[in-house]
């Protein structure tokens, strides 16, 4: 796809006469995977009545506007600004090599393979267990597999240190909700590991990492990182919407990939009302 001179591109598929797929394809500069929900959302209420969430679009901000509003506050040297560029700051000197992938091919001359992605839906058994621990602990789903993730590297590297960058909406506020564009970002947060570790000391330490780098998303820019090629692993948690209808007609997502950064290896987590898939 030349996303430089076609950004946006539909493909509209008949697959019965009451079915039918629309392939949407569109540069990952124009947009993220929230956006993509918020695009069929509009689809959706173009065949029938909107909700009265939906019909606040008029108020939405703008993806211009925002940039304006992010840079100005970036600059600014209140107390928030100092306190959210020196977060970003520290997280970056306490951050320590790059964490080496075991079983990772390449070639003779350095390259890696091309891409390869595995699907794994998880037992009902085993989403309750994860639920219930995050209820236990104080934590959400995302964060109990954020930690059972980390937890798994540190296994196969024996790194007392694991940093990962983790995809967050950068979504923060009411405006931005149904808005279009590239808001989603990957943050680092690094975790460190000890040998007697349990699982809930590490389990507590991923669930306050991911509310300050939250708190503090808006200050994050990659000339805080000295090498931004260093961080090679990824995490993302998704709930997808569930299946919307309108006018007698129904509107779900079958597929969706969505590719704003370049790792090594990546777990990407997505939960709909009956599942959850990595």
Request: hydrophobic share 35%; aromatic share 10%; net charge negative.
């Amino acid at each position: 796809l030349d996303f430089e001179h076609d950004p946006l591109r539909f493909l509209l598929i008949r697959l019965s006469s009451c079915k039918h797929a629309l392939v949407v394809s569109l540069s990952p500069l124009c947009a993220d995977s929230i956006t993509l929900d918020n695009l069929v959302r509009e689809i959706s209420g173009s065949y029938g009545e909107r909700s009265k969430d939906e019909k606040r679009n008029g108020d939405i901000l703008q993806y211009a506007d925002y940039c304006a509003w992010l840079e100005e506050i970036f600059d600014k040297n209140d107390q928030d600004g100092l306190s959210g560029r020196g977060y970003w700051q520290s997280q970056n000197q306490l951050s320590g090599s790059t964490t080496a992938l075991p079983f990772e091919y390449k070639d003779a001359e350095g390259n890696q393979g091309p891409p390869r992605s595995f699907v794994s839906t998880l037992r009902p058994g085993t989403v309750a267990a994860l639920d219930n621990m995050a209820r236990n602990h104080g934590a959400s789903a995302s964060d109990v597999l954020l930690a059972c993730w980390l937890t798994l590297l540190w296994r196969f590297t024996g790194q007392r240190e694991i940093v990962s960058s983790v995809e967050f909406p950068g979504r923060k506020y009411d405006e931005l909700g149904y808005a279009f564009g590239l808001f989603a970002q990957f943050l680092p947060l690094r975790c460190p590991f000890d040998a007697d570790d349990r699982f809930s000391r590490i389990l507590a330490h991923v669930n306050q990492a991911v509310r300050e780098a939250e708190k503090w998303q808006e200050y994050f820019a990659h000339e805080h990182e000295n090498d931004p090629d260093r961080i090679r692993i990824g995490f993302g948690y998704e709930d997808r919407p569930s299946k919307q209808a309108a006018a007698g007609v129904s509107f779900s997502i079958i597929e969706k990939h969505v590719s704003i950064g370049r790792f090594g290896i990546r777990l990407s987590c997505v939960r709909t009302s009956v599942s959850l898939a990595a």
